[in-house]
C-alpha cells in the first residue's frame, strides 16, 4: 500500500499546507490516524517540476558539488525515512508520463545533479524599464518603480539564509558602540585643518558638496563608511604618494541594516513546496545578482547609470513598510571588504548642517584621526576557465 503522509507527520511548513488544500481523507500511515493525506509518489509528482527548475546535470554546468537524487529528495521534503524512496518512485513517473519517445528522462536513481543558475530575466528587463522611465519620463516619482521594489522586498524581514553555519537574517541590528572607518584623500595644504577639526572634513558633506554616488542623487546626504581601515582606505583608490586622512565613527543607538553580501545567499532557503515556487526562484536569483550590481564602483561621468540604485536607496530608507537605516555590501576595492551606506534620518535632513550623530546615529571616535600616505599598490590576476552554456552564452568555472 502507498504511504500516505497527513499535515502533522512532515516537518515542512510549505508541504503541510499543501496537503491540507490539496489532499484528500485517508488513513495516514506514519501515525495510523484518519487524516488528509498526499500520497508519496502524489509528492513526489508535485516535487517534479519544481525541482528541474533549480537542479541541472554536471555537464551542463561549470559547477562539479553534485548531489545524488536521495539528498535533494530529503532535503526538499525535510525527511529521510523510508518513504522518500516512494517520493523518488512518484518524481520519476511523473517525468516519463510527460516524456516524448525521442527526449531522455532526466532524473535517474543513481543520477548527480548540480544546481543551476537561475533565470532572472524577467526581473533584469523590468529593472531597465523602471530605470528608463525614471531617466526620462517621471524622475522623481514612478509607480512602476514602488511596484518593483515592493515585489523584490516586501518579504525582506522575512528572509533568512545559511552563512558560516549558521541561520541569519538578511536585515540585520548594528548594536550600539561599534566602529567604523571613513577616509578621504587630501592635499598637504589641508592637512592643518583637517587635524583641527577632523569631523568639519571626514563628516557627512554639506547638501551643496554632495556629489552623486551609488546609493544618493547629487545634493543627497548620505555617510558611506567602511567595517575595516584597509578597505576604507582601498576604497579611496589612492595613487601612489597620495595622503589620505582617516577617522573612526562608532555607532550611538541599534542601527537596522540591510545585509545585501547575505542576498547572495537567498536560494538556500527556498522551499520546493512554495506555494508560488517558481515566481520565488526567479526574485530570490535577481536578489542574488543584485548584490554584484549596487557593489560597482562609481566612474567619474558615469554617475547617471546609479539612478536605480539611488532609487532603490530612497525606498529603502523612506518608502518600505519598515524603512532600513542603511546597507551593509561588499567592496569593490578589497577582496572580502565590506562597506556601509548610512541613510539620514528624514526628519531633520532639511536643516542646513545637521549634526552627524542625530542624522546618521553615529559619532566621532575622539582622537582617532590618522594620516597614511600609499606607498605601494599591488594587483593580482588570474586565468579564467570559460565553458559554452546551452543557450550559447559563455560562462565561467568558479
Known amino acids: 500500500m502507498a504511504t500516505a503522509i497527513c499535515p502533522r507527520c512532515t516537518n515542512n511548513p510549505e508541504l503541510a499546507r499543501l496537503i491540507q488544500a490539496s489532499g484528500t481523507a485517508k488513513r495516514c500511515t506514519l501515525c495510523k490516524t484518519r487524516q488528509t493525506v498526499l500520497t508519496a509518489e502524489q509528492i513526489g509528482s508535485i516535487l517534479n517540476k519544481n525541482l528541474r527548475e533549480i537542479w541541472g546535470k554536471p555537464e551542463d554546468s561549470g559547477h562539479n558539488h553534485t548531489l545524488s537524487l536521495r539528498e535533494i529528495v530529503q532535503k526538499a521534503v525535510g525527511d529521510s525515512g523510508e518513504w522518500v524512496d516512494e517520493i523518488i518512485n512518484g518524481l520519476i513517473r511523473a517525468e516519463k508520463h510527460n516524456l516524448d519517445k525521442r527526449s531522455t528522462a532526466f532524473w535517474k536513481k543513481q543520477g548527480q545533479y548540480v544546481k543551476k543558475e537561475i533565470n532572472a530575466q524577467e526581473h533584469y528587463k523590468e529593472w531597465k524599464r523602471v530605470e528608463e522611465e525614471l531617466r526620462y519620463s517621471r524622475k522623481f516619482f514612478s509607480e512602476r518603480a514602488k511596484d518593483f521594489f515592493d515585489t523584490l522586498f516586501g518579504d525582506i524581514d522575512d528572509l533568512v539564509v545559511v552563512a558560516h553555519g549558521k541561520r541569519q537574517r538578511v536585515v540585520q541590528d548594528i548594536p550600539k558602540s561599534e566602529v567604523f572607518y571613513r577616509a578621504r584623500l587630501c592635499k598637504p595644504s589641508e592637512l592643518k585643518a583637517i587635524q583641527q577639526d577632523p569631523v568639519g572634513h571626514l563628516g557627512p558633506p554639506p547638501r551643496d558638496k554632495a556629489s552623486a554616488g551609488r546609493m544618493n542623487a547629487e545634493g543627497v546626504v548620505v555617510l558611506y563608511m567602511a567595517f575595516d581601515e584597509e578597505t576604507c582606505l582601498a576604497e579611496m583608490r589612492p595613487p ?146 570559460f565553458y559554452l552554456l546551452n543557450d550559447g552564452q559563455i560562462g565561467f568555472a568558479q
Do not use: W
Not at 245 to 258: G, N, P, Y
Not at 277 to 302: C, D, T
Not at 305 to 311: C, K, P, S
Open 240 to 385: 601612489l604618494g597620495c595622503q589620505s586622512a582617516i577617522i573612526q565613527v562608532k555607532t550611538k543607538r541599534d542601527l537596522r541594516i540591510l545585509d545585501f553580501s547575505l542576498l547572495e545567499r537567498v536560494h538556500c532557503e527556498i522551499n520546493y513546496f512554495h506555494q508560488d515556487f517558481l515566481s520565488e526562484v526567479k526574485k530570490r536569483g535577481f536578489l542574488r545578482a543584485l548584490h554584484q550590481l549596487i557593489s560597482q564602483p562609481v566612474m567619474p561621468g558615469m554617475e547617471t547609470d546609479y539612478i536605480m540604485t539611488q532609487a532603490m536607496a530612497e525606498y529603502l530608507s523612506s518608502v518600505h513598510c519598515h524603512p532600513v537605516d542603511g546597507i551593509k555590501f561588499s567592496s569593490a576595492h578589497r577582496k572580502n571588504g565590506f562597506n556601509l551606506v548610512l541613510f539620514p534620518n528624514k526628519e531633520i535632513t532639511g536643516k542646513k548642517k545637521p549634526e552627524m550623530g542625530s542624522l546618521f546615529g553615529v559619532e566621532y571616535v575622539e582622537d582617532s584621526l590618522k594620516f597614511k600616505q600609499t606607498a605601494d599598490i599591488i594587483y593580482q590576476y588570474k586565468n579564467l576557465s
